[in-house]
C-alpha cells in the first residue's frame, strides 16, 4: 500500500541523487548490493548485542538504496530481468539479517522468548508472503494485494525497534504482535487472491469448443 502513495513522492527525491550517481559511473547493481551488505552489517553488529537504536539508525541509512537503484536503472535506462532478479533476491537477505538479528538478541541476551518466536514468524511469514507473489507471476497470475507488503513490514519493524532501543516500553511486543497479525493477514489474502484467479481460469470456456 505504501509503494502506492510514498514512491512518487520518494522518486521526485531520489531521482537528482540516481542521476548523480550514474553520471559519476556508479551502476545500480552497486549500490544494491553495497545496500544490502550495510544492512546485514548493521542488522547483525548492533542487533545481537541489544543495539537496537543504533542499530536501526544505521540500517536505515541503507535501506534507502532499496528506492535509489530502481531510479538508477531508470536513469541509464538498463531496467532489466537481471536488476530485478538481483534486488528481490537481496532483499530477502537483508530481511533475514534483521528478523534473524532480531530473533538472536530476543531469544538470548534479551530473555524474550515470545518476542523471538514472533521475530521468526515475521521472519518466515515475510518469505512466504514475497515467495507467493513471484510463484504466482511465473504463473501467470497476479499477487499485488496484502495488508502489510514489504515496505510496510519493514517500516513497521524498524520504527518499533529503534523506539523500543530508546527505552520506550512495550513498543516491541506491540509491533510484533501487530506485524505477526499483519503477515498473517497478507498471506491469506495472497492465497485467496491466487485461488480466485486459479478457480476462475479453469472454469473459462476452451477457445474453439462449442458450449
Not at 545481537?48 to 535501506?63: M, S
Not at 541509464?76 to 534486488?87: C, E, H, I, P, Y
Request: aromatic residues 8%.
Amino acid at each position: 500500500m505504501l509503494n502506492l502513495h510514498v514512491r512518487p513522492a520518494l522518486n521526485r527525491i531520489l531521482n537528482p541523487i540516481a542521476s548523480a550517481l550514474v553520471r559519476v559511473g556508479i551502476t545500480p547493481d552497486a549500490v544494491t548490493i553495497l545496500g544490502t551488505l550495510g544492512v546485514v552489517v548493521g542488522a547483525t553488529a548492533f542487533y545481537p548485542r541489544g543495539a537496537l537504536f543504533g542499530g536501526t539508525v544505521f540500517i536505515t541509512g541503507f535501506i534507502f538504496t532499496d528506492l535509489i537503484d530502481g531510479a538508477m536503472a531508470r536513469a541509464r535506462g538498463t531496467s532489466g530481468k537481471w536488476g530485478a532478479f538481483l534486488d528481490s533476491t537481496l532483499d530477502r537477505v537483508g530481511d533475514g539479517a534483521i528478523f534473524g538479528s532480531l530473533l538472536w538478541w530476543y531469544a538470548a541476551g534479551g530473555n524474550e522468548h515470545v518476542l523471538a518466536g514472533l521475530a521468526l514468524f515475521c521472519l518466515v511469514g515475510g518469505t512466504v508472503i514475497s515467495y507467493a507473489k513471484a510463484r504466482a507471476e511465473g504463473l501467470g497470475m497476479t499477487c499485488d494485494v496484502g495488508l502489510a507488503e514489504r515496505a510496510e513490514r519493514l517500516l513497521a519493524i524498524l520504527i518499533t525497534t529503534g523506539l523500543s532501543g530508546l527505552g520506550v516500553p512495550y513498543v516491541a511486543a506491540i509491533g510484533l504482535w501487530g506485524l505477526g497479525i499483519a503477515t498473517a493477514i497478507t498471506i491469506v489474502q495472497r492465497f485467496v487472491a491466487v485461488h480466485r484467479q486459479a478457480v476462475a481460469a479453469a472454469t473459462e470456456p476452451v477457445l474453439g469448443v462449442q458450449q
